[in-house]
């Protein structure tokens, strides 16, 4: 079964910094370009980043370039986001998703982790 | 960035009843539209992709049409697990973008 588990959501004051894992399997991992999302009541859905296949590219939305670092350990399966200098407004349920091989969507989500700024 | 603009917010219908939702691109994205479904306490699930495909598992009273910037994704008869909230999202142009979802709520 195609399965991603989010971990590492927790409170943290503004300025501070997390970093969110997430867990794949019944895939092979190291083929697919993956992605974070985060969604809060207020904003929606937002894309976060992207990361290609071998960790090679990257791609930031602007509310996060220089803040967030994505990454990934294809040997462990295992997409990454480092959150810095966090906001009040970076509160939200945060997704890594996987980026379809034909069809270039996100087909499988997992089911999200939940990060709140504030002091 | 493009803006992608969900009408409506919300809409009420009963079980059975065709369902039709729209969603405009503040400009032209060719047919790199999708749509997803998300139930309470779930992440979005992919429901639509370029515009008219359905995903793998998607019911075929699912169904999406439209290209440039006008899209509709329509649920043929509703059945109770349909019963959610609709996004769009373009991956025409970085970022990518979503749209503000429409709710289907049970009448």
């Known amino acids: 079964e195609v399965q991603l588990v989010e971990s590492g959501g927790s409170l943290v004051q503004p300025g501070g910094s997390l970093r969110l894992s997430c867990a794949a399997s019944g895939f092979t991992f190291s083929s697919f370009y993956m992605h974070w999302v985060r969604q809060t009541p207020g904003e929606g859905l937002l894309w976060v980043a992207r990361i290609s296949a071998d960790g090679s590219g990257t791609n930031y939305a602007d509310s996060v370039e220089g803040r967030f670092t994505i990454s990934r350990d294809n040997a462990k399966n295992t997409l990454y986001v480092q959150l810095g200098s966090l906001r009040v407004e970076d509160t939200a349920v945060y997704y890594c998703?996987?980026?379809?091989?034909?069809?270039?969507?996100?087909?499988?989500w997992g089911q999200g982790t939940l990060v709140t700024v504030s002091s | 960035e493009i803006v992608l603009t969900q009408s409506p917010a919300t809409l009420v219908l009963s079980p059975g009843e065709r369902a039709t939702l729209s969603c405009r691109a503040s400009?032209?994205?060719?047919?790199?539209l999708g749509w997803y479904q998300q139930k309470p306490g779930q992440a979005p699930s992919l429901l639509i992709y370029d515009a008219s495909n359905r995903a793998a598992g998607s019911p075929a009273r699912f169904s999406g049409s439209g290209s440039g910037t006008d899209f509709t994704l329509t649920i043929s008869s509703l059945e109770p697990d349909d019963f959610a909230v609709y996004y769009c999202?373009?991956?025409?142009?970085?970022?990518?973008?979503f749209g503000g979802g429409t709710k289907v709520e049970i009448k």
């Open positions: 999202q373009q991956r025409y142009k970085w970022p990518l973008t």
């Open positions: 400009q032209s994205i060719n047919y790199y």
């Open positions: 998703t996987r980026e379809g091989p034909t069809t270039n969507w996100f087909d499988t």
